[in-house]
């Protein structure tokens, strides 16, 4: 455990975990769930969202109401539009006069022309946090835009520039792509688009050389009237009028949920990826501990695949709370 | 102005909202409605081929014939850019100029709004040109929606500052805003960047001017209300909500438009109480003719089932409400659920139904 969250002499660094997926498949649930639950076994976590996306904080209020994180989850909102002009301020070295830029339509269009800024600006934030007071930087990335384009940003920058902020971005890339310090987990539903869009996007990012092998399967549903008896039986209540049709159209939509949902499984599995299955769990105090307690064996940690709290281990005296020393 | 009213008055009806809501089916059914008593194009901007696939036909860039007094056009914006590059760039050594940069290679990325940009274009000339009376668009994902809906403005204003000149060919008094920014830029980039960059804005800057007028005439077309309806779809699940809202308010607020209806798609109505008349497994077997543990499966199943089943009834009806809270003034349609996807003509039909009545 202690390895895998100090590994390979970044003892004083927090490792960063992204949370991919597109909008709509629950992503800033498990981002959240993580965060919390990370929090809850000892680890200090910095929970970062970009401003336009859903802001975690009520839901962690709503969700994890109650649950005791010892002080140790912060959460972030980053607008990234502000990082660029903070970086334009430094790099033009020009003071009040960089305000003048940084108000003209034409910086706007500068800034929306050159491919990936907004994206470096962010992982140089980020980068910067990981040597601060932090464990773990748990990242719910922008909904927007093809998780694939978000993370070969640096690598796209590093080819146009030149002197110092190329160095800076190559250096970015590579430690966006070392596993032993970043996780990369796709968020996805057992559907047919994001199936298809998780698919692609995981073999890109593979072939790329990033560190993904964690996929998280949200609001699973149960498999009822798939097997041969119990269909049949369903079919004859509906013949027989022994149901409310209604009811019966309820039972044929979470059957045919299911089982569609089978199919793009088994399309998952091919992938050879770590898989969470998380079921559906209503909007309560507890689902975030839920959730992650539907991901318990799974955690992304670049090794272990421990995500048992650290806090409810017997042996472990000083309840967990400062797993980045253990490994000094 | 409700949904049906405006396939029977509008020219132009868009659908707006975030990713995998439905948006794709709702605008393909609403076109079979329209096409019942008008002209219709269903167009759709979305790079996934979700019309194609839920009209059961096979679209290119080019306008296919689906039935009778409807047509449908799946976008592809990638070619339609090329032919604008051909018919708007002043000669050849400028089309192969552009071809061959590397920031139209990956032009997405490199300039915002230029899948918008080349849509606004198509759509203008549709409705110029096309001869239909109502033209039906299915815009991409919502921020993307938006983006959809600013093309015009911004575009406008990238022309009007006049940014190429600006930033690379500075005049005695722009030095310091202009001027600058370029060695700036020469200075952190490599100088091969900064020429290409230099070349492409110049030539699209030429394909601006000349596409102004055509945008400026979408721009009335839109903010135009007896002639385009703005309709947002949206699922009645968690995220939806506030993206959903977000969207309104951008659309009401910062583009200051009117959106007609919302479209709440895929919704699990709530189970009347009851479900199953006969609860006791022997008497079921017997009623239904069927093996006795076949009918004990059933039943336990049928527990887990419903239980979900209300899990889902129960969110959707509080995502709904909160929609309807948010979105105030706005007609509301609610779309059932089907079992099954749509994925032919029969089952945009249904949906069709479902909608129209």
Same mark, same amino acid.
């Given at each position: 455990?202690?390895?895998?969250?100090?590994?390979?002499?970044?003892?004083?660094?927090?490792?960063?975990?992204?949370?991919?997926?597109?909008?709509?498949?629950?992503?800033?649930?498990?981002?959240?769930?993580?965060?919390?639950?990370?929090?809850?076994?000892?680890?200090?976590?910095?929970?970062?969202?970009?401003?336009?996306?859903?802001?975690?904080?009520?839901?962690?209020?709503?969700?994890?109401?109650?649950?005791?994180?010892?002080?140790?989850?912060?959460?972030?909102?980053?607008?990234?539009?502000?990082? *660029?002009?903070?970086?334009?301020?430094?790099?033009?070295?020009?003071?009040?006069?960089?305000?003048?830029?940084?108000?003209?339509?034409?910086?706007?269009?500068?800034?929306?022309?050159?491919?990936?800024?907004?994206?470096?600006?962010?992982?140089?934030?980020?980068?910067?946090?990981?040597?601060?007071?932090?464990?773990?930087?748990?990242?719910?990335?922008?909904?927007?835009?093809?998780?694939?384009?978000?993370?070969?940003?640096?690598?796209?920058?590093?080819?146009?520039?030149?002197?110092?902020?190329?160095?800076?971005?190559?250096?970015?890339?590579?430690?966006?792509?070392?596993?032993?310090?970043?996780?990369?987990?796709?968020?996805?539903?057992?559907?047919?688009?994001?199936?298809?869009?998780?698919?692609?996007?995981?073999?890109?990012?593979?072939?790329?050389?990033?560190?993904?092998?964690?996929?998280? *399967?949200?609001?699973?549903?149960?498999?009822?009237?798939?097997?041969?008896?119990?269909?049949?039986?369903?079919?004859?209540?509906?013949?027989?009028?022994?149901?409310?049709?209604?009811?019966?159209?309820?039972?044929?939509?979470?059957?045919?949920?299911?089982?569609?949902?089978?199919?793009?499984?088994?399309?998952?599995?091919?992938?050879?990826?770590?898989?969470?299955?998380?079921?559906?769990?209503?909007?309560?105090?507890?689902?975030?501990?839920?959730?992650?307690?539907?991901?318990?064996?799974?955690?992304?940690?670049?090794?272990?695949?421990?995500?048992?709290?650290?806090?409810?281990?017997?042996?472990?005296?000083?309840?967990?709370?400062?797993?980045?020393?253990?490994?000094? | 102005?409700?949904?049906?009213?405006?396939?029977?008055?509008?020219?132009?009806?868009?659908?707006?909202?975030?990713?995998?809501?439905?948006?794709?089916?709702?605008?393909?059914?609403?076109?079979?409605?329209?096409?019942?008593?008008?002209?219709?194009?269903?167009?759709?901007?979305?790079?996934?081929?979700?019309?194609?696939?839920?009209?059961?036909?096979? /679209?290119?860039?080019?306008?296919?014939?689906?039935?009778?007094?409807?047509?449908?056009?799946?976008?592809?914006?990638?070619?339609?850019?090329?032919?604008?590059?051909?018919?708007?760039?002043?000669?050849?050594?400028?089309?192969?100029?552009?071809?061959?940069?590397?920031?139209?290679?990956?032009?997405?990325?490199?300039?915002?709004?230029?899948?918008?940009?080349?849509?606004?274009?198509?759509?203008?000339?549709? /409705?110029?040109?096309?001869?239909?009376?109502?033209?039906?668009?299915?815009?991409?994902?919502?921020?993307?929606?938006?983006?959809?809906?600013?093309?015009?403005?911004?575009?406008?204003?990238?022309?009007?500052?006049?940014?190429?000149?600006?930033?690379?060919?500075?005049?005695?008094? /722009?030095?310091?805003?202009?001027?600058?920014?370029?060695?700036?830029?020469?200075?952190?980039?490599?100088?091969?960047?900064?020429?290409?960059?230099?070349?492409?804005?110049?030539?699209?800057?030429?394909?601006?001017?000349?596409?102004?007028?055509?945008?400026?005439?979408?721009?009335?077309?839109?903010?135009?209300?007896?002639?385009?309806?703005?309709?947002?779809?949206?699922?009645?699940?968690?995220?939806?909500?506030?993206?959903?809202?977000?969207?309104?308010?951008?659309?009401?607020?910062?583009?200051?438009?009117?959106?007609?209806?919302?479209?709440?798609?895929?919704?699990?109505?709530?189970?009347?109480?009851?479900?199953?008349?006969?609860?006791?497994?022997?008497?079921?077997?017997?009623?239904?003719?069927?093996?006795?543990?076949?009918?004990?499966?059933?039943?336990?199943?049928?527990?887990?089932?419903?239980?979900?089943?209300?899990?889902?009834?129960?969110?959707?009806?509080?995502?709904?409400?909160?929609?309807?809270?948010? /979105?105030?003034?706005?007609?509301?349609?609610?779309?059932?659920?089907?079992?099954?996807?749509?994925?032919?003509?029969?089952?945009?039909?249904?949906?069709?139904?479902?909608?129209?009545?």
């Amino acid at each position: 455990m202690g390895a895998a969250l100090t590994g390979r002499g970044v003892a004083a660094h927090a490792r960063l975990s992204i949370i991919l997926g597109k909008g709509g498949v629950g992503r800033t649930t498990i981002a959240c769930a993580f965060a919390v639950d990370r929090a809850v076994a000892g680890e200090r976590v910095l929970l970062v969202s970009i401003v336009m996306d859903e802001d975690p904080t009520a839901r962690i209020q709503h969700e994890a109401a109650g649950v005791d994180t010892g002080g140790r989850l912060q959460l972030l909102s980053i607008d990234t539009r502000d990082l *660029v002009d903070d970086i334009v301020r430094r790099v033009t070295r020009m003071g009040t006069m960089a305000d003048f830029i940084i108000r003209s339509p034409s910086y706007e269009s500068l800034v929306d022309i050159v491919p990936g800024v907004h994206e470096m600006a962010l992982f140089h934030e980020l980068e910067k946090r990981t040597r601060g007071e932090f464990d773990r930087i748990v990242l719910d990335a922008p909904a927007t835009g093809h998780g694939l384009h978000f993370l070969a940003a640096p690598e796209k920058t590093s080819r146009i520039l030149a002197g110092p902020l190329k160095d800076r971005a190559e250096r970015l890339r590579s430690w966006l792509q070392d596993p032993a310090t970043t996780d990369v987990v796709i968020v996805t539903l057992a559907e047919e688009m994001p199936v298809r869009e998780t698919i692609e996007l995981a073999s890109t990012l593979r072939r790329q050389g990033f560190p993904l092998d964690n996929i998280v *399967v949200n609001r699973w549903l149960p498999r009822v009237f798939v097997d041969e008896g119990p269909h049949a039986v369903l079919d004859a209540v509906s013949k027989h009028r022994l149901a409310d049709p209604s009811w019966v159209t309820a039972m044929r939509l979470v059957s045919a949920q299911h089982s569609e949902a089978e199919s793009h499984l088994a399309e998952l599995r091919a992938l050879d990826a770590k898989l969470a299955i998380v079921p559906l769990i209503p909007d309560s105090s507890h689902r975030l501990l839920k959730v992650a307690e539907a991901m318990k064996d799974f955690v992304p940690n670049g090794g272990s695949g421990d995500l048992a709290p650290r806090s409810r281990r017997p042996e472990d005296g000083s309840g967990g709370a400062e797993p980045r020393r253990e490994g000094l | 102005m409700t949904l049906r009213d405006q396939l029977r008055s509008k020219r132009l009806i868009v659908f707006l909202g975030t990713g995998g809501v439905g948006k794709t089916t709702i605008a393909a059914a609403s076109a079979l409605e329209a096409s019942r008593t008008r002209r219709t194009l269903v167009l759709t901007i979305d790079p996934a081929k979700r019309l194609a696939d839920s009209m059961g036909v096979k /679209l290119g860039s080019e306008i296919v014939n689906v039935k009778p007094n409807l047509d449908a056009l799946m976008l592809d914006t990638k070619a339609a850019l090329d032919a604008l590059v051909r018919r708007y760039a002043n000669d050849s050594h400028t089309v192969q100029r552009i071809f061959q940069s590397r920031f139209y290679e990956q032009l997405s990325d490199a300039f915002a709004g230029s899948e918008e940009f080349v849509a606004m274009g198509t759509l203008h000339d549709l /409705l110029a040109y096309g001869g239909y009376e109502t033209i039906i668009v299915d815009t991409p994902p919502s921020r993307h929606a938006i983006e959809f809906l600013r093309v015009n403005r911004k575009l406008i204003r990238v022309y009007e500052s006049g940014v190429v000149r600006y930033l690379f060919k500075p005049t005695r008094f /722009l030095r310091l805003g202009g001027g600058y920014m370029a060695q700036v830029l020469a200075r952190w980039t490599s100088s091969e960047y900064v020429n290409e960059l230099a070349e492409f804005m110049t030539t699209f800057d030429q394909m601006f001017q000349d596409m102004e007028t055509r945008v400026r005439t979408m721009d009335t077309v839109l903010a135009d209300p007896s002639r385009t309806a703005l309709n947002i779809v949206a699922a009645p699940e968690e995220e939806s909500v506030p993206q959903t809202t977000r969207l309104y308010d951008e659309v009401t607020r910062t583009l200051a438009l009117p959106v007609e209806s919302c479209i709440v798609n895929r919704y699990y109505p709530k189970l009347p109480h009851g479900g199953i008349t006969e609860r006791d497994a022997s008497a079921l077997a017997r009623h239904v003719h069927k093996p006795q543990q076949d009918v004990e499966q059933f039943l336990r199943e049928a527990n887990v089932a419903t239980r979900f089943y209300d899990l889902i009834a129960a969110d959707h009806e509080k995502h709904a409400l909160r929609l309807r809270a948010n /979105l105030a003034g706005v007609e509301f349609l609610v779309v059932p659920a089907l079992p099954g996807s749509v994925h032919d003509l029969a089952g945009l039909e249904n949906v069709r139904e479902a909608l129209f009545g």
